[in-house]
């Protein structure tokens, strides 16, 4: 007489609660004035999206921790860290890289006409996310004041220029757009 041992039971296989029953997502936004739709995983970075799958390159990653300001865009029209924020946190959003500032044979914006006439850049690294802040800058109903325009520059780090001609070019900037409107 053999005796046969019981199978154990089928092993369960739990979820975790936080889980999601899947971690792709259909993206529907606004990329420099294009419509996009694209499957993205919940965890991939808005610069990753656009860099890796829109392969628009002129958003540079640098800090990866929202410190340096290299990756700023402009989402529905105010300055985000494209490093700390999910592609998926977009959904129908209007977003603007630095490539939308003068495409093609456009020409160039008063903020990159001054930063080009201050040098404001040394290297360039940086000078992306410089640009799309400097932007939100003037596209407001009011001209900034120094200590508006102070915060802002805060969030960004430039190892090569001291930071005195990019203020420099975001002064002149804000003088054309804002004179040109009184």
């Known amino acids: 007489m053999s005796s046969t041992t019981p199978a154990p039971p089928p092993r369960t296989v739990r979820t975790p609660p936080l889980s999601e029953p899947s971690g792709w997502h259909e993206l529907h936004l606004t990329v420099n004035g294009d ?4 499957q993205v995983e919940s965890r991939l970075l808005l610069g990753d999206f656009l860099r890796d799958r829109l392969r628009l390159t002129g958003t540079h990653v ?6 340096c300001g290299a990756c700023t865009v402009l989402v529905d029209d105010e300055p985000v860290r494209s490093c700390l924020t999910l592609a998926v946190q977009c959904e129908g959003a209007t977003l603007r890289t630095v490539e939308s500032l003068a495409p093609g044979e456009e020409p160039l914006t008063p903020v990159q006409r001054a930063f080009h006439e201050c040098h404001g850049m040394q290297c360039g690294f940086c000078t992306p996310g410089f640009l799309m802040t400097a932007t939100a800058l003037t596209e407001q109903d009011e001209r ?4 508006e325009v102070a915060d802002a520059l805060s969030g960004h780090l430039c190892r090569c220029t001291g930071y005195r001609n990019i203020r420099r070019a975001l002064g ?3 003088d054309e757009t804002y004179e040109q409107g009184e």
């Open 172 to 174: 002149q900037a804000l």
């Open 144 to 147: 900034p004041d120094a200590t």
């Open 35 to 38: 419509p996009v739709t694209a």
């Open 62 to 67: 640098g800090c990866e921790h929202g410190v």
